[in-house]
């Protein structure tokens, strides 16, 4: 089964904080991702990767930045965090044929 | 832009009582369409993956089919555990657009 595990499931934050979010993947996979997820607004990509040390904005990326230093391992990096970063924090690993599996994800305040 | 919007927003269901949902989707070149069950909390959970009309795939109550324009997920005589919010996403590239998603509740 694929694995894939986040660093913290809750997470309290005061504003203004570097943020690090870590994910780990087990099964090799190129492709990595990170949503978050709000209510009403459904899963939104901030950020994905396809090869270690490469990365690609997705559709809400201000605010934040990525680092993929390793194949398994992908963190999201909130560099001075704000309220209205509030939110659950999903990473996800693909295989090639796009299946997307994701880890439990970590509810993020910001206080 | 690739579009994928579910209905209804929700459900309520009777245990026992089978139903459809529906997630309809506007891509250039399907490349896969999929389906997630996502408990409150926790992150998605991948059920299926469908690439041409006609196509079905089953897992336990939960069956789902392609057309050229939606997709079906239906329900069989759903049970309570069956409660959830199921997402569908097309691909593109190496993305997925996901839809906004069903709940669904069943009750005893």
């Known amino acids: 089964d694929v694995k894939v595990t986040q660093s913290s499931r809750y997470l309290v934050k005061r504003t203004g904080e570097k943020v690090f979010l870590e994910c780990v993947q087990d099964?090799?996979?190129?492709?990595m991702f990170w949503y978050r997820q709000d209510p009403g607004l459904g899963l939104r990509l901030i950020y994905f990767?396809?090869?270690?040390?490469?990365?690609e904005k997705g559709d809400i990326p201000e605010g934040y930045s990525v680092s993929r230093e390793k194949k398994e391992r992908f963190s999201l990096i909130l560099e001075s965090a704000s309220t209205n970063q509030t939110s659950m924090y999903l990473c996800?690993?693909?295989?090639?044929?796009?299946?997307?599996?994701f880890g439990p994800g970590t509810r993020l305040t910001v206080l | 832009e690739d579009q994928v919007t579910q209905s209804p927003e929700a459900l309520r269901l009777q245990e026992g009582e089978s139903s459809s949902l529906n997630c309809s989707y506007t891509?250039?070149?399907?490349?896969?369409l999929f389906w997630y069950r996502q408990d409150p909390g926790k992150g998605p959970e991948f059920l299926f993956t469908?690439?041409?009309a006609g196509e079905e795939k089953e897992k336990e109550r939960l069956k789902a089919t392609l057309t050229k324009k939606e997709s079906f997920l239906h329900i069989t005589a759903p049970k309570p555990e069956d409660s959830a919010t199921y997402l569908c996403?097309?691909?593109?590239?190496?993305?997925?657009?996901f839809g906004a998603g069903t709940t669904v509740t069943v009750r005893a």
């Open positions: 469908l690439y041409s």
């Open positions: 996403a097309v691909r593109d590239d190496y993305k997925l657009s």
């Open positions: 990767s396809y090869d270690v040390k490469m990365k």
């Open positions: 891509v250039s070149g399907l490349r896969g």
């Open positions: 996800a690993s693909s295989r090639p044929t796009g299946e997307q599996f």
């Open positions: 099964m090799d996979h190129e492709n």
